[in-house]
């Protein structure tokens, strides 16, 4: 296992840090399309990176290559690394199985997309396509996911009514309760927010602060407000490039890039 003992950008944090994953040089090309430029950046272990920039700038395609979200569409195409720790395994390398990687690297979108069927049965579904067959060991599993997610207060009656019945905010926590249930050690959130009122908003702001003692977080914000609330490091993107990466607070308060700059005070983009 890697440890670093200071982040390099920053001094504020002393504490040995982890690194779980890590891009080295990655590019990301759709067509001819060259939407990532590059980019290296650690994702540390049990904290939150937040992606912000400008809207077309690439956080999302760099948020979807860590779980090879792209490989389901034609026509793409990675270059360099994504390490994945402790083992080092490259996540882009072709024998690296995508199913696997999307046990260990779970998604959640911009809207909340639970499947038409059961709340017990959206949480369980990564458990039955690991062929896990032992009825109470999956009922455990789906019970501490939707824990975890805080979510099984509001559910634990009815786990066999309609997913989609649920509010928007519910839905969210479900989608999130079933990345949880395969025990996930990073997980993606893709505006997770964006689809929910202020008060949804929060309670998915609180979750996150509660997962990460468990689980690795990588967030893409529009909302600087969000990134600030929820997460220890921020990696300002533009234009398919990493522009600046460091501890939340340094990048809000004393950016060493004048185009970070002008992103966070609202001068551009
Ligand atoms: P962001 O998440 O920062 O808004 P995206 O990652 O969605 O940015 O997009 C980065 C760039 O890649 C943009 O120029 C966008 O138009 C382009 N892009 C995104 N998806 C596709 C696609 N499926 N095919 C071609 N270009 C795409």
Not at 47 to 60: E, N, Q, R, Y
Not at 80 to 97: A, M, Q, R, S, W
Not at 140 to 152: M, S, T
Not at 216 to 242: C, K, P, W
Request: overall charge negative.
């Amino acid at each position: 296992m890697q440890h670093i003992s200071t982040n390099p950008q920053a001094n504020i944090e002393e504490v040995p840090l982890t690194l779980k994953a890590e891009a080295r040089d990655f590019s990301f090309y759709y067509g001819d399309f060259n939407a990532i430029k590059k980019v290296s950046m650690p994702i540390y272990e049990k904290k939150v990176t937040a992606l912000i920039g400008p809207s077309g700038c690439g956080k999302s395609t760099l948020l979807r290559s860590f779980n090879r979200m792209h490989d389901l569409y034609p026509d793409t195409r990675y270059q360099g690394h994504i390490d994945f720790y402790p083992d080092e395994t490259n996540l882009l390398d072709p024998k690296v199985d995508p199913i696997e990687v999307r046990m260990r690297i779970g998604m959640v979108f911009q809207k909340p997309n639970p499947f038409p069927k059961s709340i017990f049965e959206n949480v369980a579904y990564g458990l039955r396509l690991r062929k896990e067959k032992s009825k109470s060991y999956i009922e455990d599993r789906v019970e501490q996911a939707l824990k975890d997610a805080a979510l099984w207060g509001e559910v634990k009656d009815r786990l066999h009514n309609q997913a989609t019945a649920l509010s928007g905010g519910q839905q969210q926590r479900l989608c999130i309760a079933r990345c949880l249930a395969t025990d996930p050690e990073l997980l993606l959130f893709d505006e997770p927010t964006s689809a929910l009122d202020p008060i949804a908003t929060a309670s998915i702001e609180d979750l996150i602060h509660q997962l990460k003692e468990k689980v690795t977080i990588l967030i893409v914000t529009h909302n600087m407000y969000q990134a600030t609330r929820v997460s220890d490091y921020t990696a300002y993107m533009f234009m398919g490039e990493l522009i600046e990466f460091g501890e939340t607070i340094q990048i809000f308060t004393t950016p060493q890039r004048a185009e970070t700059e002008a992103y966070i005070t609202g001068r551009f983009g």
